[in-house]
């Protein structure tokens, strides 16, 4: 890791492993995180937060079994989230937003329990807790998701159209059945039919 001190920049070679508790946040520190890092056994507090640091989040961060807090936000990491931090089963808070980190979020242990925000402001990643989907992504019957609405509301919008329809289609032919001079006549005849022959039965 490089080190801008004073204008001058210094590389950081060995660490103590004797660290429970580093923060270097709001720093100007530039480069990769070094894998030595993942030698700190005894370290439960990690901050790199608000600095310039490139590259990806090294797999080493697997080993630090006793961590509990990870702030790696605001710098310019990228690449993937290692698959190894989700063996942190200690790790209570995670902070790696806003850098470029792309691709899906790990899934497993405690990893279900960090919110958006310890994800916010990378555009490239996908899967929960955020919004948006994995290209690729298939659903149980193995077929894509669909991208703009779901079969159910299409469903929906059917059923509302064909129901209209069915009703002005109703009322178009009650309107012509009551003013229809067929009808009418036929309606007349149907009455005379009926009421004129009881009419007649009782007056025999």
Known sequence: MVVVLKGREMEIVNILEAFTSIDFSCNNFQGEIPEVVGDLKLLYLLNLSHNALTGRIPKALGKLNQLESLDLS?????????????GLTFLSFLNISFN??????????????????SFDGNTGLCD??????????????????????????IDGKYIISFALGSSVSFSI??????????????????IFRIFGQHKKEWQD
């Open 100 to 117: 470029q980190l792309s691709g899906r979020i790990p899934r497993g242990n405690q990893f279900h329990m960090f919110s958006v925000d």
């Open 173 to 190: 032919i009650i309107w012509l059945l009551l003013h229809s001079r067929r009808y009418n006549e036929f309606i007349d005849r149907l």
């Open 74 to 86: 605001v710098n310019q990491l990228s690449g993937k989230i290692s698959d190894e931090l989700v």
């Open 128 to 153: 929960f807790p955020l919004k948006k989907t994995c290209s690729g992504d298939t659903n149980v019957n193995g077929l894509l998701q669909p991208n703009n609405h779901s079969e159910h509301e």
